[in-house]
């Protein structure tokens, strides 16, 4: 797991595309585990860092926010760049988490 400015927070690669998918799940689910096992009600990913996103990367987001919905929890992105809050707004994938932040 890594962590961010944003408390706790789950950090994709600089590019969530289909290459690097696996490993992001990988992580995320071990991030979501720990977070369930804590009783926590909010998984935050820090997009930060994250420059390029594609179909796959979407799709990961989206696998991410049900298996926290699965686990009673919201999820929150944070420090989106604008690049990928633009694609989260064209695709209306941005109504789907609980907020999206810069």
């Known amino acids: 797991m890594h962590m961010s ?12 595309i289909a290459e690097t998918r696996a490993e992001f799940r990988r992580a995320a689910l071990e991030h979501l585990s720990s977070a369930a096992i804590r009783g926590e009600t909010r998984v935050t990913v820090d997009l930060s860092g994250t420059t390029e996103v594609d179909a796959s990367g979407l ?20 420090r989106v760049p604008e690049p990928v809050r633009a694609l989260l707004e064209l ?9 999206v932040s810069s």
Do not use: Q, W
């Open 5 to 16: 400015n944003c408390v706790d927070a789950l950090i994709p690669p600089s590019k969530l």
């Open 91 to 99: 695709t209306k994938l941005n109504h789907i988490f609980d907020e």
């Open 59 to 78: 799709g990961i987001l989206l696998f991410v926010h049900g298996k926290a919905k699965e686990n009673g929890m919201t999820t929150h992105l944070c």
